[in-house]
């Protein structure tokens, strides 16, 4: 008898982040994942769309940024929940029924035995849509990102959250 086992798929994955408190922590998950291991490739905004119009920025989210991805990553620091874009970015993922993954990374803030999150991406994951992993599991086991990314993928899409109002302002 002769076992193949089959590489995982290398996923498209759009990354939601702060960029002024978490770049080096995205550059770090890209040169890892994307770059190094080549287990996802990243299509995320490479810099900030130069607008005032709420229905603008989402169309250039949607069309340029998510389409061809299958799953939204939320790269989640200290100020992750107070940056709307990064609301924005996970209100047009989840009207698109893509998979939705939070990693807490090592700034985020802890209340108590938990952590503070965007709360659209805490909507989703107390609903059981989205799922949720530190930073450091990643770091000691990198196979856990595509295993994260095929059950966020596999999650029931009536299980989504998006009623939530969308932010109108950082705060």
Known sequence: ????????????VFVSYHHKNDQAAYNSFSAHFHDGLETITDNSLERAIDSASFDYI????????????????????????????????????????????????PSISWEGTGTWKPARLQDNIDA??????????????????N??????????????????ERMTRNV
């Open 128 to 145: 059981g849509y989205a799922t949720w992993v530190l930073w450091s599991q990643l770091v000691s086991n990198p196979g856990m990102l």
């Open 58 to 105: 989402m169309r250039r989210i949607r069309d340029h940024y998510l389409h061809g991805s299958s799953c939204t990553i939320v790269l989640c620091g200290l100020d992750t929940p107070r940056r709307r874009y990064v609301d924005w970015e996970i209100q047009a993922s989840l009207a698109q029924e893509m998979g939705l993954i939070g990693i807490g990374l």
């Open 147 to 164: 295993a994260k990314i095929e059950e966020a993928l596999a999650k029931p899409k009536w299980s989504i959250s998006n009623a939530r």
């Open 1 to 12: 008898m002769v076992w193949y086992v089959q590489p995982p798929k290398r996923r498209k």
